[in-house]
């Protein structure tokens, strides 16, 4: 769904060099704040080299070097750096990633800190176990430290997570036919009494246009609909409305526009 309370832009186009560029815009209509950004991506494919740059109205100017496949087959390392020139304010990470057909690992270091992060999934028929952490090195300190197990089973999937020991979650997606997808999700926090749950589902009207609905323990509806208008030309909208407070009104819309060429 797109985002409520917000009207959206994206436009994606490719080079005959082969440099794609990705410019979005949205509009808060709550706040009437606007935000946009311009991204440029190059590939050389041959030496498994990609470049990412992105500048966004809030004057911060990204820049991402990968290698990917050279140094050995699945490994992917990355330099990731930021400068907002107004400030002065610079920053980096270092991003390393290995994946096979069952495994899955990952480790950035982030010189602000600096802050080491660390995340390993592994597969077996169908089951899928996962482990996060964060570990600020000049607090000695172990500042995240998650668990999740997961099922998959053709149409059917069970996701289950523990955050910091104290946060518990779980979901429960399927797929009951080609048109039809549903989804339960619960969550709650250790010490509390309080459980929060929400349902949601998605109906395809046709090839090129859907439907979306989800509700929760606040009662807050969403529903969106999307709609292809032609190849690389897609329409999202969508509404939240507070049950609650139905006729006290704040309610919100959004709207999306996607456009790629």
């Not at 808060?28 to 966004?56: H, P, R, V």
């Not at 600020?136 to 289950?160: C, E, M, V």
């Not at 619960?186 to 749950?197: E, H, I, K, P, V």
């Not at 395809?204 to 609909?225: E, F, P, Q, R």
Request: charged residues 20%; aromatic residues 8%; hydrophobic residues 35%.
């Amino acid at each position: 769904m797109s985002g409520f309370g917000v009207v959206k832009l994206d436009l994606k186009t490719k080079s005959q060099s082969g440099v794609e560029f990705n410019t979005s815009g949205s509009s808060n209509t709550d706040t009437g704040k606007a935000a946009g950004s311009l991204e440029t991506k190059y590939k050389m494919k041959e030496l498994g080299l990609s470049f990412n740059q992105k500048w966004n109205t809030d004057n911060t100017l990204a820049t991402e070097v990968t290698v990917e496949d050279q140094l050995a087959q699945g490994l992917k390392v990355a330099l990731d750096t930021s400068f907002v020139p107004n400030t002065g304010k610079k920053s980096g990470k270092l991003k390393a990633g290995y994946k096979r057909d069952f495994v899955n690992v990952g480790c950035d270091v982030d010189f602000e800190g600096p802050v080491v992060h660390a995340a390993a999934v592994l597969g077996y028929e169908g089951w899928l176990a996962g482990y996060q952490m964060a570990f600020d090195t000049a607090k000695s300190k172990l500042t995240q430290n998650n668990f999740a197990l997961a099922r998959i089973a053709g149409d059917f999937q069970l996701h289950t997570n523990v955050n910091d020991g104290t946060e518990f979650g779980g979901s429960v997606y399927q797929k009951v036919n080609d048109d039809l997808e549903t989804a339960v999700t619960l969550a709650w926090t250790a010490g509390s009494n309080n459980t929060r749950f929400g349902i949601a589902a998605k109906y395809k009207l046709d090839k090129d246009a859907s439907i979306s609905a989800k509700v929760n323990n606040a009662s807050l509806i969403g529903v969106g609909y999307t709609q292809s208008l032609r190849p690389g030309v897609k329409i999202t909208l969508s509404a939240l409305i507070d049950g609650k407070n139905f006729n006290a009104g704040g309610h919100k819309v959004g709207m999306g526009f996607e456009l790629e060429a």
